[in-house]
C-alpha cells in the first residue's frame, strides 16, 4: 500500500486527467472531488475513479475542455450547463453562486444539465451550508434500479444529499444513494477482487449475486423496497425532467468509455439558513445537541469528518496496483 499526502494525491490525479486530455482546471475540480472523497472514507468516489474517468475523456464520452456555462432565466434560478464534461466544474459554480442569490431572494435552484457523475454528493451541499444555506441535492444517474415489481432498470441509484449550517462547527450532512449500497462501492470490490455482501444486487436475470461484476451487469436493490423506487421517481423528474437533463434510461454509463457522454442532470436547492428565523441555526444546533447527548447516538457524518482529520495528518493509503495505474495513464 502506498501512503500519499493529500496533495501528493491531488497532483498525482491532476496530472493523470490533464495527460488523458482534461483541461488543468477542470482537472483540479475533479481531484478535488476525487481526493476529498477518498479522505472522508468514500473509496468507491475516490481514487478509484481516475481510470474510468481517464477512459472516457479519450475517446470524447467527457468532454475535456468544456466550458461551463451559467444563465440567470428567472431572479431565484441559476441555470448551469455542464456541456458534457465533468459535474465537478458546474458543481463548483453552483457552490459560488447559489448563496449569494439565496441571501437576496431567501431561496434560490440551480439545474445543472448536459452533466456526468457527481461522485459524492454531501461534499458540494456541505460547502454550501459553511456558507450560510440548508442545501438538497438531487442527482440523476444511469439505469440500474427497476421499477419496484418489474425486472428493467428505469432509475439511477439517484443520491439525495442535504446539509444544514451549525455555528461554530462542521454542518450536518446526510448522503445518501436510492439502493441499499451506491455502485461505487461495488466497483471498488470488483477492483480488488472481493466479494459483495448478499442483498446488494442482483444479477442480469434478477437473482441475488454476491459478484460484483454481475452486480454491475445487473440491477440495484433499493433502499426501502418500493419506497425507494418511488423516490428514485421524484429525483428522476428534478434533475432530469426539470433540468433538461437526461433520465436514467436515456444515459449511458459512468463507469465505461462506451458510448455518447451520459448527459445527466443534478437540481440543488438553497434556502438561506435565517430567511424565516434568524434564530434558525442556534435551533439546528439545539436538535443537534439533544441526538448527541444519547449514549450511542451520533449525528451523521461524524465519521466521516473523524476519517478527513485523520487523513489530513497522516494522508491517504491507497493499493499499490491503483497508483501505478494511474501513474501510467
Known amino acids: 500500500m502506498a501512503n500519499l499526502s493529500l496533495d501528493a494525491a491531488q497532483a498525482l490525479t491532476v496530472g493523470a486527467l490533464v495527460r488523458c486530455g ?47 456555462s451559467c444563465e440567470r432565466p428567472r431572479p431565484g434560478l441559476l441555470g448551469i450547463d455542464a456541456g458534457h464534461g465533468f459535474a465537478y466544474p458546474a458543481l463548483d459554480a453552483a457552490v459560488e453562486l447559489l448563496p449569494t442569490i439565496a441571501k437576496s431572494q431567501g431561496v434560490a435552484v440551480a439545474g445543472i444539465r448536459r452533466s456526468h457523475h457527481c461522485g459524492a454528493a454531501g461534499r458540494p451541499v456541505e460547502a454550501l451550508a459553511e456558507r450560510g444555506v440548508v442545501a ?44 441499499k449500497v451506491a455502485r461505487g462501492p461495488i466497483m471498488a470490490a470488483k477492483q480488488r477482487g472481493e466479494a459483495i455482501p448478499e442483498g446488494w444486487a442482483l444479477d442480469a436475470d434478477g437473482n441475488p449475486t454476491t459478484d460484483p461484476a454481475l452486480a454491475l451487469r445487473g440491477t440495484m436493490v433499493p433502499l426501502g423496497e418500493a419506497k425507494g423506487t418511488a423516490l428514485a421517481l421524484m429525483v428522476e423528474l428534478l434533475a432530469a425532467g426539470l433540468t433538461g437533463g ?55 457524518g461524524t465519521r466521516r469528518l473523524a476519517l478527513r482529520r485523520r487523513a489530513a495528518e497522516e494522508g491517504l493509503t491507497i493499493p499499490d496496483p491503483l497508483v501505478v495505474e494511474i501513474e501510467a495513464l
Open 22 to 68: 482534461t483541461g488543468e482546471e477542470a482537472a483540479a475540480s475533479v481531484a478535488r472531488a476525487l481526493v476529498g472523497a477518498e479522505a472522508d472514507g468514500l473509496k468507491g468516489h475516490g481514487l478509484s475513479r481516475v481510470p474510468g474517468y481517464a477512459a472516457q475523456v479519450r475517446v470524447g464520452k467527457v468532454a475535456g475542455h468544456a466550458i461551463v
Open 136 to 179: 438538497i441535492l438531487f442527482a440523476n444517474t444511469p439505469a440500474a434500479m427497476a421499477p419496484w415489481g418489474a425486472a428493467k432498470p428505469v432509475f439511477g441509484t439517484n443520491p439525495i444529499a442535504f446539509a444544514c449550517p451549525l455555528p461554530g462547527r462542521p454542518p450536518i450532512v446526510i448522503d445518501l444513494s436510492l439502493s
Open 246 to 300: 437526461r433520465f436514467a434510461a436515456e444515459a449511458t454509463s459512468f463507469l465505461d468509455a462506451e458510448g455518447e457522454p451520459p448527459g445527466t442532470g443534478q437540481l440543488i436547492l438553497a434556502i438561506d439558513a435565517e430567511a424565516f428565523d434568524t434564530e434558525a441555526p442556534s435551533r439546528f444546533a439545539e436538535l443537534a445537541g439533544s441526538i448527541e447527548a444519547q449514549d450511542g447516538a451520533r449525528l451523521p
